[in-house]
T-cell receptor, first 115, second 116 residues
Framework: AQSVAQPEDQVNVAEGNPLTVKCTYS??????LFWYVQYPNRGLQFLLK??????LVKGSYGFEAEFNKSQTSFHLKKPSALVSDSALYFC?????????????FGKGTTLSVSS | DADVTQTPRNRITKTGKRIMLECSQT?????MYWYRQDPGLGLRLIYY???????NKGEISDGYSVSRQAQAKFSLSLESAIPNQTALYFC???????????????FGPGTRLTVL
């Protein structure tokens, strides 16, 4: 079955420290992978995506993600966390079904950055 | 994303009532989606539409119906609301194949629905 997993419900880091939010996937064919962020009382905002090419993808707000095909992972990273990065983060994978394509989202990881 | 709007933003209703949630977009996208978000469960796809004449069931379509009135409008209905449909509902849009943003989805601000 095609799926995406975020193994951590919550990640806590201190401001200025590097952060990693983990994501693994299971999909048929080449994976199209995405990260979205949700701030309180807001909709989801696109951060970055991997379609093909360089395994290190750079996105908005200084975030980047590393695609690792052998480990079927797409972890989100940032070298130096900010308190304003505190939010709910979702990993998603594109799947192909009878109607076309759709996204499957992970359950989300809450990132808490302390000052 | 301000180009995707949802009404109402909050709604409290009673069991058995019919509810309609509306979504409008000015992005010119053909593809529209409805999701519900529950704590610890992430986003789950309810219905999606790739053009005005196309409607597809998602992962959790039971108890819901949709209407694609125009390219820019996609409504979600709960014919007889029940308490376990209490959730945060999101509408999203995406561009067709060939667009630079193909595969990205753009989300509305959400509708918080409470069914008592």
């Amino acid at each position: 079955a095609q799926s995406v997993a975020q193994p951590e419900d919550q990640v806590n880091v201190a401001e200025g420290n590097p952060l990693t939010v983990k994501c693994t996937y299971s999909v048929s064919g080449n994976p199209y992978l995405f990260w979205y962020v949700q701030y309180p009382n807001r909709g989801l905002q696109f951060l970055l995506k991997y379609i093909t090419g360089d395994n290190l993808v750079k996105g908005s707000y200084g975030f980047e993600a590393e695609f690792n095909k052998s480990q079927t992972s797409f972890h989100l990273k940032k070298p130096s966390a900010l308190v304003s990065d505190s939010a709910l983060y979702f990993c998603a994978v594109r799947v192909i079904n009878q109607a076309g394509t759709a996204l499957i989202f992970g359950k989300g990881t809450t990132l808490s950055v302390s000052s | 994303d301000a180009d995707v709007t949802q009404t109402p933003r909050n709604r409290i209703t009673k069991t058995g009532k019919r509810i309609m949630l509306e979504c409008s977009q000015t992005k010119g996208h053909d593809r529209m989606y409805w999701y519900r978000q529950d704590p610890g469960l992430g986003l789950r796809l309810i219905y999606y539409s790739f053009d005005v004449k196309d409607i597809n069931k998602g992962e959790i379509s039971d108890g819901y119906s949709v209407s694609r009135q125009a390219q820019a409008k996609f409504s979600l209905s709960l014919e007889s609301a029940i308490p376990n449909q209490t959730a945060l509902y999101f509408c999203a849009t995406s561009a067709n194949r060939g667009a630079s943003s193909y595969n990205e989805q753009f989300f509305g601000p959400g509708t918080r629905l409470t069914v008592l």
